[in-house]
């Protein structure tokens, strides 16, 4: 059984930053594509960011720029380094394959302030 743990989230001031990770148990790490979801406040959860094994990476047009994905996948972990934010960036955070296969964990809330 696969786990995805995120963490990094919190409370920030719009311009600034923060660095999510998601640490995976299990050897199907290795051979997925790993991304990035958000659920903002009253909508339906979308992919903002995915990133292949082997380091292609592709993002929502509303995060184009001022995110970054990247893995470690000698230890099993996926990050989004998140710069410039802004309120819309405000929501929960989850890591999972790119479609969503995976038992979701229990995210990790981002707030950004105005």
């Known amino acids: 059984q696969v786990q995805l743990v995120e963490s990094g989230g919190g409370l920030v001031q719009a311009g600034g930053s923060l660095r999510l990770s998601c640490a995976v148990s299990?050897?199907?790490?290795?051979?997925?594509?790993m991304g990035w979801y958000r659920q903002a406040p009253g909508k339906q959860r979308e992919l903002v960011a995915h990133?292949?094994?082997?380091?292609?990476?592709n993002y929502a047009d509303s995060v184009k720029g001022r995110f970054t994905i990247f893995r470690d996948n000698a230890k099993g972990a996926v990050y989004l380094q998140m710069n410039s934010l802004k309120p819309e960036d405000t929501g929960v955070y989850y890591c999972?394959?790119?479609?969503?296969?995976?038992?979701w964990g229990q995210g990790t809330q981002v707030t950004v302030s105005s």
């Open positions: 999972n394959d790119k479609w969503g296969r995976l038992s």
């Open positions: 299990g050897s199907i790490f290795s051979i997925t594509v």
């Open positions: 990133i292949t094994t082997n380091g292609l990476t």
